[in-house]
């Protein structure tokens, strides 16, 4: 069975079809590899950024709380020589210790919050780049199947 020129041609030109969508599925593949290790490094770059920066929070809360400390002692040194005007100093610095703790709670919130909302955006992108990716394998299998 020998066949004519024209069908050996158009047999040729879908085989060169063929391997240059095949190509092009392994380039976007790469690329997509490529974006997705480049995402997954920022994601480990803002983790790395947020817990160090939560590490700092907590080393400073440590130090406040040790200078809080420090400072009640000495408080109470001046309330035992004047009772009347270190109950009340006592009571402003209780105020201002809690004020600061809520501060610094909250600011530790608002970082992790602030966090995973990057990551959930970060992971949303991921999801429309894979769905993306099958969008175009799909188009592409359809098109390798249409005659």
Known sequence: MTHSPSKTDELSALHAENRHLKETVAAMRDTLEAMVLEKNSAVQRQAAASRDEIENMKSAVVALRDA?????????????????????????LQNAVQALRDRLDQALLDERDRFRLERRGLEDELAQLRQTVTVLREALEAKGRTP
């Open 68 to 92: 809080l400390e420090n400072l009640r002692i000495e408080r109470d040194r001046q309330v035992q020589e004047a009772v009347a005007r270190g109950k009340a100093e006592n009571r402003e």
